[in-house]
């Protein structure tokens, strides 16, 4: 990176270091944390539009399913639920690869025509009811088993961090099969196409109580290692004498210490996505990508296969934002669906790529901080600082409507960062080569 880069990502810094030192450093360490998690989306996007010119719309979609992932891993095993449905659940779920590998083969063996979309029809639909059969009772009796507290299949109960690459393949797959129907579109309908799909996924998740209790949401998931509970921090001696020694309250000690452990953790997972990042995008497959990219009528000519091409690259970023869902909800220590927004999982992103720079790995990064810090800051600030400019109004209702509306003001300032960057300096604060 050249000067102009380091005094950005510096000045970054000194935004984290300002909000420690006139907020607290708690608020400071966890809105990083956001920051670097974003920073990671960002790559994600950055490689399916900055690299092969991908507009898609679905990251909310990867996200939700990384998410899902940590709950099917980590999460509580419910013996007596998977006892009453999950062998027949199984069963559906092999009659449907089986249904879908006998349509295949029959649309592949059958010539066009009449007959083919008859057999076709006829095929689908029997097999759609057959299928019901099997998983509606299945279904039925898993939801049955103590509803209020279970009612789902449960997890396997493995550590976390196991449940991060699985977030990235259920990511990677839901990519794979999204990208065989529709990246044949063109860029406007790819974007309806992913936006459509991902909220299909979040309607899966919250009306499927037996997957993973829908909106009755999953708690109590394990944290990653290395990372403690703050109540066992404070529980030890050790730590409670030590953190004294150092100034600190136990409590507020303990809850800077498990900050900066995730911190480690997230922190070192993104130097790793930045160095085979950088490796891909400036090796010979990152600069076929990139001519794929700029001129498809002439990579084709060269003998390119533009669509396993832009396939492939799909997959890998797909992978990146499902991995970063699963961070996400190891952190959280919960599934909510409800909480995967298309405004917060994909335009807020989406913003970070076009501010940081699509098409550079690290101005996706910066990207990724910067509005990190600007989304959440403005949300904790902004209360406090519309007192301050209201503080010669007279007390009343107007008053406190501006206090109480003042977090939403993240959305004004996001618009206002995005059209200043788009205006002087079009290609991103730190632009492709």
């Known amino acids: ?21 006139f907020q607290s450093w708690n608020l400071s360490l966890q809105i990083l944390i956001i920051g670097v998690l974003s920073a990671i989306m960002a790559l994600g996007v950055n490689m399916q539009w900055g690299y092969a010119g991908l507009f898609s719309t679905g990251i909310m979609g990867s996200v939700a399913l990384g998410g899902l992932a940590v709950v099917l891993v980590s999460g509580q095993p419910v013996p007596e639920g998977w006892a009453a449905g999950g062998p027949r659940l199984l069963a559906a779920l092999a009659f449907g690869v089986a ?74 797959a839901a990519a794979w099969a999204i990208g065989k129907v529709a990246l044949g579109l063109r860029s406007d309908y790819l974007a309806i196409a992913t936006l459509g799909i991902a909220e299909i996924i979040l309607a899966v998740m919250k009306n ?25 921090l404070q529980a030890d001696p050790a730590f409670v004498a030590q953190a004294a020694n150092w100034g600190f309250e136990s409590v507020e000690a303990s809850t800077i210490l498990v900050k900066l452990l995730y911190l480690l953790v997230f922190g070192a997972v993104l130097l790793v996505l930045i160095y085979f990042s950088e490796r891909a995008l400036n ?70 790529v076009i501010v940081g720079g699509s098409g550079n790995n690290w101005g996706a990064v910066l990207g990724g901080l910067l509005l990190g810090w600007l989304w959440l800051i403005v949300e904790n600030a902004g209360p406090v600082a519309m007192g301050y400019i209201t503080m010669p109004l007279p007390d009343g209702a107007l008053k406190a409507h501006l206090i109480e509306a003042a977090p939403h003001l ?24």
């Open 99 to 172: 249904l879908i590998a006998a349509a295949v083969y029959l649309y592949n063996r059958m010539a066009a025509g009449t007959a083919r979309r008859a057999a076709m029809i006829l095929l689908l639909g029997a097999g759609f009811f057959a299928y019901r059969a099997i998983l509606d009772p299945a279904v039925t009796a898993i939801e049955a088993f103590d509803p209020a507290t279970a009612g789902n299949i449960g997890g396997l109960g493995l550590p976390s961090i196991l449940a991060w690459p699985v977030g990235a393949l259920f990511a990677a």
């Open 1 to 21: 990176m050249n000067n102009r880069n380091l005094l950005m990502f510096a000045g970054v810094a000194l935004l984290f270091v300002a909000t420690g030192v």
């Open 208 to 232: 499927e109580d037996w997957l993973a209790r829908g909106v009755k949401n999953i708690i109590d998931l394990p944290r990653p290692w290395p990372v403690p509970y703050e109540v066992d």
């Open 283 to 352: 090796s010979p497959w990152g600069r076929m990508m990139r001519a794929i990219r700029d001129n498809e009528v002439s990579s084709a000519a060269m003998g390119k296969n533009i669509k396993s091409r832009h396939l492939q690259v799909f997959i890998i970023g797909s992978a990146v934002v499902g991995l970063a869902g699963a961070m996400l909800t190891s952190m959280e220590g919960q599934l909510t669906p409800s909480n995967y927004t298309p405004l917060r999982f994909t335009f807020l992103i989406w913003v970070m």
């Open 410 to 433: 993240r959305l004004i300032t996001l618009g206002l960062v995005l059209l200043l960057v788009l205006r002087f300096s079009p290609k991103g604060l730190i632009p492709e080569k």
